[in-house]
């Protein structure tokens, strides 16, 4: 097995392209080591140590790291314990995986809301994606629009530049009830 890797913008973050499917369907976000009880993948990369955040995409693994361990140190003990995961046969995540994405959102603004989703799950979702991140929808009131950061992007530096610069900006412009976007915890 060849597990490719990528920097991504967070620089706590790194990439990693084992070859195969990581999750089937959605996403699934360990922002710390307590959240991992139904992750096998994701308790062996904990199990390395100086690991505090891992994020599961379709097909890659991020893991983000304590600001004061080098990656040199770091890689080569998560490269392994992809390796041994995908070598067990285990699954990613054990049972029904609770998938992360958009809030439910029922009310006045129901069709606003429907244009958010549909322009982040086609336009911005894809991108984040190819940085080892997923952006999702958590609300809508007067119109700001509320999103969850996870996997690289959530702590990223250039977060808020890619939230107002990027995605509120293309939000405002096919959505003229949209006038601006936060981000959540």
């Not at 959240?35 to 690991?51: C, H, K, M, T």
């Not at 992007?153 to 293309?170: D, V, W």
Request: negative net charge.
């Amino acid at each position: 097995m060849f597990i490719q890797t990528e920097t991504t913008p967070n620089p706590a973050t790194l990439k990693f392209l084992p070859g195969e499917i990581v999750m089937e369907d959605g996403t699934a976000d360990f922002p710390a080591p307590d959240n991992a009880a139904g992750s096998p993948l994701a308790r062996r990369i904990f199990a390395v140590g100086g690991v505090t955040g891992v994020f599961l995409g379709r097909d890659f693994v991020t893991v983000t790291k304590e600001d004061d361990q080098p990656w040199d140190h770091l890689k080569p003990s998560i490269l392994g314990a992809i390796m041994e995961h995908f070598q067990s046969g285990a699954p990613a995540v054990e049972g029904k995986a609770e998938q992360s994405g958009h809030a439910n959102h029922d009310g006045p603004d129901s069709d606003i809301v429907v244009q958010i989703k549909e322009l982040l799950d086609t336009r911005v979702r894809p991108a984040v994606a190819q940085d080892g991140g997923d952006i999702t929808f958590h609300g809508f009131d007067r119109g700001v629009v509320y999103l969850h950061m996870q996997g690289a992007c959530a702590g990223c530096p250039s977060s808020t530049l890619t939230l107002k610069m990027g995605i509120e900006n293309l939000l405002r412009h096919y959505i003229p009830e949209v006038v601006e976007v936060r981000p959540v915890a």
